[in-house]
């Protein structure tokens, strides 16, 4: 649920209280600084009666009074933008290191609903928003506020009858500055949404920029990337129509409410035998509004926009991260597993798994077959917890998966995936990733030789210190596939999980990874999904799936004997290419 405006920007100022001593003395300076601007006004008071009485010790000391008020002046916006811009740094510090902490525990159906682009705009775009909100905008507020409070105190001061007029103007204001504020959070959220369609065609495009060359998707991806940011550019402008015309119909108002003071305090019979001194300062403070009105009204933008922004980050924050309700540390699991009468649908989607019951020992080879979208990924991908299966369960040494800590049940499970995840960091960082990163030197060249890696990367420029580049673009697949399995095998996990593990593999280097992975299933639980028939005829049990239901199980003889669907796929795959069966 959305939060209101006024309780998404208390909320944001609520990040400031721990630094209360700073915005403390932010606000000191501020005040100081208030301070010299109705103390101008009365300067000129001072001089113009030293004139006019012939008081030459006044005179002499005017110039003293005005290097004393810039002294303050400075002083004064000293403290104010030094400590204020402490808060706000820190507040957008702060805010951004809890939104990317809640991007890390968010739960797979987050990322399963909303693309990329978007959650990657929230981070750099939105942040940003709340940046000017929580900086610029707060020390206008607090610097031009604290100089309006103070100009207003001095006008009612010297003459309270004449100043109760500047009030008339304070309906019209208020009526455009809130019909102004609603209409730019509205047209922030709009650029907000069509900043995160830009990030997400960017995105699409660089990620695939091979499909997008070798399909000539070009014009397609040009006009797609045209209408996000043409959608942008129309919404910004809406946002400077608004701005444009708010600022300036506030001004009027004020110049019309000026005027009108001006007017009145030139008859007689309103500031009656004043001095000309007087009179000259009182028109001085109320011309001194002016300035920081304006400053206040075009602040209304950046508020507003700062409100919008923070209610996206918010929204973000107030999801409820990954479910981990388990006080069972697993310590190291012997890995049986097992699937009680497992049910799962992707939230919004049909069922992917139906009824699925199964049994697999600890040290078992498990290999799953089927066709396309048989579920077999998603089967695989429930056991870290990635996600939650209801109903039915998964147990782990008899134990349901919910019943052991989130951590202690990953460092169970080893898994190399088709799509290879590199990070922009060395080689050996990439191997010894998170929890792997105190590995020695000495273990990592142990996984790589043992993955048929060592011999490629001690022939790179840097060895195992080279960088590969984002998302391993520096490498071939190959080569990114055995950084994968060396990083599954340094982490000596109980469970291990190939999904289409050997899939960017040739014949010959497939050959001596197979040879790696037979070595290090021993004694391991080992889920397999594998279109090559070298992995599949050694499992100890073959698991047909079809539609989200197991079809058959049994051995690769069994099952070509049996006949089904299985045998099918089998003769159909064999009779092209005698290396491959189905995944």
Not at 55 to 78: C, E, M, S, W, Y
Not at 244 to 268: E, G
Not at 472 to 494: F, N, V
Request: glycine content about 8%.
């Amino acid at each position: 649920m959305t939060t209101s405006g006024f309780e998404a920007y208390k909320r944001l100022l609520g990040y400031a209280r721990k630094y209360w001593g700073a915005f403390a003395l932010g606000i000191l300076g501020f005040i100081i600084n208030a301070q010299t601007e109705w103390a101008g006004a009365q300067v000129v008071k001072y001089i113009i009666d030293a004139i006019q009485n012939k008081n030459q010790h006044a005179k002499d000391f005017f110039p003293v009074l005005i290097v004393l008020i810039f002294l303050l002046r400075g002083v004064g916006t000293f403290l104010g933008n030094y400590f204020m811009s402490l808060v706000a740094r820190n507040v957008v510090y702060e805010l951004r290191r809890q939104l990317f902490d809640k991007l890390l525990t968010l739960p797979s159906a987050y990322f399963h609903r909303h693309s990329p682009g978007h959650i990657s705009a929230k981070l750099v775009y939105d942040v940003e928003q709340v940046t000017g909100a929580a900086t610029e905008a707060l020390k206008t507020i607090v610097r031009e506020g604290t100089v309006v409070t103070c100009l207003l105190g001095y006008l009612f001061w010297t003459n309270w009858r004449l100043s109760l007029s500047l009030l008339l103007i304070a309906p019209p204001v208020s009526f455009i500055v809130r019909k102004a504020s609603k209409r730019f959070r509205t047209l922030s959220h709009r650029i907000q949404n069509s900043m995160g369609d830009v990030s997400h065609i960017v995105n699409e495009s660089i990620n695939g920029y091979t499909v997008v060359k070798s399909y000539g998707g070009e014009a397609f991806e040009r006009a797609r990337f045209e209408t996000a940011s043409r959608e942008n550019l129309r919404q910004s402008m809406k946002m400077v129509v608004t701005a444009s015309l708010n600022t300036p119909l506030v001004q009027l108002l004020m110049a019309v409410a000026m005027s009108f003071v001006v007017y009145m305090a030139l008859q007689p019979h309103i500031l009656g035998n004043v001095s000309a001194g007087e009179f000259v300062a009182y028109i001085t403070a109320a011309g001194l509004l002016s300035k920081p009105m304006r400053a206040l009204t075009d602040v209304n933008e950046k508020i507003q926009r700062g409100i919008a922004a923070a209610q996206s980050v918010f929204e973000m924050l107030d999801v409820d991260g990954e479910q981990d309700g388990g006080d069972r540390d697993a310590g190291r699991c012997r890995g049986e597993l097992e699937f009680r009468h497992l049910d799962f649908a992707y939230p919004g989607g049909e069922p992917v798994l139906r009824d699925i019951n199964l049994h697999i020992p600890a040290g078992k080879t498990v290999a799953l077959v089927g066709r396309s979208g048989s579920g077999k990924s998603t089967l695989v991908n429930l056991i870290p917890r990635f996600y939650e299966c209801a109903p039915g369960q998964i147990l782990v040494d008899g134990q349901p998966l919910q019943s052991y800590t989130l951590e202690s049940l990953r460092r169970q499970i080893a898994t190399v995936n088709q799509k290879v995840v590199l990070f922009d960091t060395s080689i050996a960082a990439n191997i010894a990733y998170g929890a792997l990163a105190d590995a020695p030197a000495e273990a990592i060249e142990s996984a790589s030789r043992a993955a048929y890696a060592h011999e490629f990367i001690q022939k790179l420029p840097d060895g195992y210190a080279t960088r590969v580049g984002q998302d391993g673009t520096e490498l071939s697949g190959g080569q990114r596939q055995r950084l994968a399995i060396a990083r599954a095998l340094l982490k000596d996990a109980p469970i291990l999980i190939l999904d289409e593990a050997t899939s960017a593999l040739d014949n010959e280097s497939e050959y001596f990874i197979q040879e790696a992975l037979e070595t290090v299933m021993k004694n391991r639980t080992t889920l397999v999904i594998a279109h090559r028939l070298s992995t599949i005829e050694k499992a100890d049990l073959i698991v047909v799936m079809e539609k989200g239901r197991i079809v058959q199980t049994g051995t690769h003889t069994e099952l070509l004997a049996a006949g089904g669907l299985y045998a099918q796929l089998h003769s159909r795959q064999f009779a092209d290419d005698p290396d491959a069966v189905s995944a």
